[in-house]
């Protein structure tokens, strides 16, 4: 232990999860320009190769150009699954609003109940909800 001081172990972890911390923005910023629907073919092509050639100068210069609009395209991408997912819900949920046939029949036997319905009535209005 006396071969590998506390002060060099910190400097160790700093590098390690810089190292960490450049990878991620890396990666982020790969996944960024493969998103992008405003650059053509050509200036993706053009933005990767910048960064696998030369990245830390492709990184900088690409959070320098493009930096300020990556944060908006993320919130518009998260948007737009937030809209598809709420679709989805409530065309799953169907015409019903959500409600479970119990909850129907429920409804419909309160109905009966109070004589707002009759038998009939029931009977036909159940039949639509199991069928």
């Given at each position: 232990?006396?071969?590998?001081?506390?002060?060099?172990?910190?400097?160790?972890?700093?590098?390690?999860?810089?190292w960490?911390?450049?990878?991620?923005?890396?990666?982020?910023?790969?996944?960024?320009?493969?998103?992008?629907?405003?650059?053509?073919?050509?200036?993706?092509?053009?933005?990767?190769?910048?960064?696998?050639?030369?990245?830390?100068?492709?990184?900088f210069?690409?959070?320098?150009?493009?930096?300020?609009?990556?944060?908006?395209?993320?919130?518009?991408?998260?948007?737009?699954?937030?809209?598809?997912?709420?679709?989805?819900?409530?065309?799953?949920?169907?015409?019903?609003?959500?409600?479970?046939?119990?909850d129907?029949?429920?409804?419909?036997?309160?109905?009966?109940?109070?004589?707002?319905?009759?038998?009939?009535?029931?009977?036909?209005?159940?039949?639509?909800?199991?069928?």
């Amino acid at each position: 232990m006396d071969d590998y001081p506390l002060l060099e172990f910190f400097w160790t972890m700093l590098v390690f999860f810089t190292w960490i911390l450049w990878l991620v923005l890396l990666f982020k910023i790969i996944n960024d320009i493969f998103r992008s629907h405003d650059l053509s073919g050509w200036g993706k092509t053009g933005w990767l190769i910048l960064i696998l050639v030369l990245p830390f100068l492709g990184v900088f210069i690409y959070l320098i150009a493009r930096g300020t609009d990556m944060s908006r395209r993320e919130m518009e991408r998260l948007q737009q699954q937030e809209q598809e997912f709420r679709a989805y819900v409530r065309e799953t949920a169907g015409p019903g609003g959500g409600t479970s046939h119990a909850d129907e029949l429920s409804k419909l036997v309160d109905l009966k109940n109070r004589g707002a319905i009759t038998e009939e009535e029931y009977q036909r209005a159940k039949e639509k909800v199991l069928g």
